[in-house]
């Protein structure tokens, strides 16, 4: 059964600086796609990155950036210039090729200060 | 504004009501989901519907039932329900098997509906 792992329930950051987020995953199938989404108080799932695991370069979306390192089976999330909008909880998640179904991680709740 | 449309917002039900919550797509996606979301704990998929057949069904208790009339709307029947359902629960669409050499939809979830069971 595939799972994910995401060991930090809480991190804090201060605005403009550089924060990662850690995302680990545990599969046995070799073609799978990884995301992560943002959870702000509204509530609404947000998807904010995905990561192809056929491809071997690092994702990236504006000041969001992956760095996934297959054969660790590890996916963090790097925020860079964080700002205050950003503050919300973060959840890895993992759905395998030709399947729909995701497997989240249990989040993290990230706090940016000023 | 999102492209799924989650209602009520939030909900409270006594242990012998019966109530339904609804979400609504207009994203043209062929599949909908329900997800559970409770505190400290991975979302929990509960039930996959593409192109209106349920197409997984993560052993879900029969106090939840879901309905899907069409590829836009997606009902989740609640009766007899225990404190322990108490939960966000979100649903969201996509599109379904696409290619696995393409790229794949990923999931857009609606704002959820807070359920609390007394």
């Known amino acids: 059964a595939q799972t994910v792992t995401q060991s930090q329930p809480e991190m804090s950051v201060q605005e403009a600086e550089t924060v990662t987020l850690s995302c680990t995953y545990d599969?046995?199938?070799?073609?799978?796609?990884l995301f992560w989404y943002k959870q702000p108080p509204s509530r609404q799932m947000i998807l904010v990155i995905r990561q192809e695991a056929y491809k071997q370069q690092n994702a990236t979306e504006n000041r969001f950036s992956v760095n996934f390192q297959k054969a660790a089976k590890s996916f963090s999330l790097k925020i860079s210039d964080s700002q205050l909008g950003d503050a919300a909880m973060y959840f890895c998640a993992y759905r395998p090729g030709t399947a729909s179904k995701l497997t989240f991680g249990t989040g993290t709740r990230l706090q940016v200060t000023l | 504004e999102t492209g799924v449309t989650q209602t009520p917002r939030h909900l409270v039900m006594g242990m012998t009501n019966k109530k339904s919550l609804k979400c609504e797509q207009h994203?043209?996606?062929?599949?909908m989901y329900w997800y559970k979301q409770s505190a400290k704990k991975p979302l929990e998929l509960m039930f996959v519907?593409?192109?209106?057949?349920?197409?997984e069904n993560n052993s879900v208790p029969s106090r939840f039932s879901p309905e899907c009339p069409n590829s836009s709307h997606l009902f989740l029947h609640l009766h007899t329900l225990q404190p322990e359902d108490s939960a966000l629960y979100l649903c969201?669409?996509?599109?379904?098997?696409?290619?696995?050499?393409?790229?794949?939809?990923?999931?857009?979830f609606g704002n959820g509906t807070r359920l609390t069971v007394t």
């Open positions: 519907y593409s192109l209106e057949e349920r197409v």
């Open positions: 994203l043209g996606h062929n599949a």
């Open positions: 969201a669409s996509s599109q379904y098997r696409v290619p696995l050499s393409s790229y794949n939809s990923p999931l857009h």
């Open positions: 599969t046995s199938e070799s073609d799978y796609y």
